[in-house]
């Protein structure tokens, strides 16, 4: 019994000096930790595959970066006259007899961004509704901007390409608010800077935002981003934040960008599959026979009366001869007459006044980009189709700018758009929550004009319903035959005269056979260059002309003496050539598989043009000598028959580019409602 006892006083000891030990070691070990918390980051930045906090000076955590990421905040919103002020749209503009013309400047930067500099010229006239600017950079000159074709994570299945380092370039959208915040996901060490800009002209802050702490890029023009991330704590701490089997995806993305071979984007490899002008044929008479268009929720008497319509039309008494119309351009010239004649007395159309300038409501005159902003300010100052009351109304306009929602909202170099298109999401969503028509036929009797080339991906989804009248009119991008309208893209080289120039030399005296000339963009026009740049004295095919007042002239003479005008694609589909051919009276040659050429639906391109496909460049010559001088003197007269049909006036004419652009959008919409 003693001898247990004993046992039990020893084990009592020896429990609590092992006690003491375990205590001291825990005060040692906490004592260590907080005299090694300066050193934080560098041990941290030792240990791999670790959730990293980037902290200030204060010690306070401002960023948090998530294994590959550091979110930055983009300060523009909707309420524009927030940040900016009318006066930075007011500057002058040197006439564009300095613009460089034919020398295919447009938007060689590779990825359609824009031009930071000094040489972009913006000019407002007058105020309000008719409040055009005209924005000119040194780039406009030509089509063929490339739009960046790198869809983000939430389109992977579409994208044709992968890239390395995509992930580290998506954006997240922002949170659905008044003011429409945009946050953006910009890798760490990247530099995002405007050219031009000055430095000095940007500050930076640490904002606490919602709760959340974001670093906050403030730019005193919101049309000029101009960003540099150079954060240190999230750069030490971006390299131990990624795990070991994401360090390829992890690099600069400035690196991946400048690295020939590292990436292949859409615009620079040909189409996988291609749809012949005729096969675009079969699928329009095939949507016309059968509307995917939805169903109204609830019936509407200006429904009725569009029904009426389509009735009318399809009952159009045959035209043997017109005095107003040739009849050779069209599919079928007494429903387009009867058609129009019908919107003409019928449609009624409302103006979403929702929008803050100069995303909405601010149109563009001059330049690449005049069709939308010719569009909307006449369709804004009309009278005559426009009402006051929705209720009234057959159709409904979205009166935005995909050029000014790309030069406003896009960040140079970030290589990502999605903050553009949760910018129009939300802005759906806003008019259907504010209105009820939306949610009556999904935005099927909406519609909105755009001439930008990401119009079709910034669009794409939640105005999927909606009829689009694109200028990137690609059959495999989206684009729906019978739906949606190709709209012509219109180079305007002077907003106060935009017919300077008309006309051209007569059949007669149009000695070259081919014309073309222009920058190297895509892949196509490089092709073109390799089988006729100088192989050929009646194959007058060059690459860029040089810039000045002199070459400008040269270009429009050659336009004027030529027969055929070669209207190559650039980056996208579409190119503002056609319109220039028809412009100068030269039979446009189109090579663009997949393009579906202007007013499609109503227009019989193969009386006035000629469509080759893109396999056939080597056998350019031989194709246009094949053609009888009778169908080219009858293409050629067609030529300037249509002209009317693809000008823009001040004041808009009877059958004009404006009333072209809107009778095919009610056309479409004729053949699209279903009844309730």
């Avoid at 002020?85 to 400047?105: C, H, Y």
């Avoid at 240190?232 to 971006?238: F, G, L, Q, R, V």
């Avoid at 080289?493 to 051209?504: I, K, Y």
């Avoid at 391109?605 to 080597?618: G, L, Q, T, Y």
């Amino acid at each position: 019994m003693e001898s247990a006892n004993q046992f039990l006083k020893v084990f009592r000891v020896q429990t609590r000096r092992w006690l003491f030990v375990v205590l001291v070691v825990a005060v040692t070990h906490l004592l260590f930790q907080s005299l090694l918390l300066p050193y934080g980051k560098a041990l941290r930045s030792l240990m791999p595959d670790s959730e990293v906090g980037v902290h200030d000076e204060s010690g306070l955590q401002a960023l948090k970066s998530f294994s590959k990421s550091v979110m930055v905040r983009n300060p523009l919103t909707v309420n524009a006259s927030d940040l900016m002020s009318d006066s930075v749209f007011k500057g002058s503009v040197e006439d564009d007899e300095d613009s460089k013309f034919g020398s295919d400047t447009g938007d060689d930067s590779g990825l359609r961004e824009v031009d930071g500099d000094t040489n972009n010229g913006i000019v407002s006239e007058g105020k309000g509704q008719d409040n055009p600017i005209e924005l000119v950079t040194d780039r406009e000159v030509d089509d063929d901007s490339v739009a960046e074709n790198v869809e983000d994570l939430n389109d992977l299945s579409e994208l044709e390409i992968e890239r390395i380092g995509e992930k580290s370039a998506t954006v997240e959208p922002g949170e659905a608010k008044q003011s429409l915040p945009l946050k953006q996901i910009v890798q760490p060490n990247l530099e995002i800077v405007s050219d031009g800009v000055p430095e000095q002209h940007t500050s930076q802050s640490i904002a606490n935002i919602g709760g959340e702490k974001t670093l906050s890029i403030v730019s005193p023009l919101t049309n000029i981003t101009h960003l540099k991330t150079e954060a240190s704590n999230a750069s030490s701490a971006a390299s131990s934040a990624v795990p070991k089997s994401d360090i390829a995806t992890s690099v600069n993305i400035s690196a991946l960008i400048g690295s020939p071979g590292k990436k292949k984007m859409r615009c620079n490899m040909p189409p996988k599959t291609v749809t012949s002008i005729f096969e675009m044929n079969d699928i329009l008479m095939r949507h016309r026979r059968s509307s995917r268009a939805m169903r109204p929720r609830w019936s509407s008497v200006r429904d009725k009366e569009v029904l009426a319509a389509k009735t009318e039309i399809e009952k159009a008494s045959v035209s043997v001869s017109d005095q107003e119309l040739h009849a050779p351009l069209f599919r079928n010239v007494s429903m387009f007459k009867r058609s129009y004649e019908l919107m003409d007395r019928t449609l009624k159309v409302y103006v979403y006044r929702d929008g803050k300038k100069p995303i909405f409501h601010q149109p563009i005159l001059k330049g690449l980009y005049a069709s939308e902003g010719w569009f909307m300010k006449l369709m804004e100052g009309n009278k005559h189709f426009a009402v006051k009351d929705p209720r009234k109304a057959h159709l409904f306009y979205m009166p935005f700018s995909s050029r000014m929602l790309e030069y406003a909202l896009y960040v140079r170099n970030s290589h990502n758009r999605t903050n553009l298109r949760q910018y129009l999401k939300e802005y759906a969503e806003s008019i259907a929550a504010k209105y009820r028509y939306w949610n009556r036929t999904g935005g099927a009797d909406h519609f909105l004009v755009a001439c930008h080339d990401w119009a079709p991906y910034e669009t794409r989804h939640h105005m999927e319903h909606c009829i689009k009248a694109l200028c990137n009119a690609d059959v495999t991008a989206g684009f729906k035959l019978g739906r949606d309208v190709s709209l012509p893209e219109t180079y305007v080289r002077s907003a106060r005269n935009p017919l300077r120039d008309l006309g051209g030399k007569p059949p007669s005296q149009r000695h070259i056979l081919a014309f073309y000339a222009g920058n190297l963009h895509g892949y196509l026009r490089p092709i073109l260059l390799k089988y006729w740049k100088d192989k050929d004295p009646d194959m007058k095919i060059f690459g860029p002309m040089p810039p000045g007042v002199a070459s400008k002239m040269n270009y429009i003479q050659h336009m004027k003496s030529s027969k055929y005008c070669i209207c190559p694609k650039g980056y996208e589909v579409n190119s503002p050539r056609v319109v220039e051919s028809i412009f100068y009276e030269c039979v446009p040659v189109i090579i663009s598989d997949n393009f579906v050429p202007p007013f499609y639906e109503v227009l019989n391109w193969e009386a006035f043009s000629v469509i080759i496909a893109e396999k056939d460049i080597p056998n350019l010559k031989n194709i246009l000598l094949s053609i009888p001088e009778k169908k080219y003197f009858e293409m050629q007269l067609a030529v300037r028959k249509l002209q009317r049909h693809f000008l823009w006036h001040a004041k808009p004419e009877k059958y004009d580019l404006f009333h072209m652009t809107l009778h095919s959008i009610w056309y479409n919409r004729v053949y699209q409602i279903k009844p309730r």
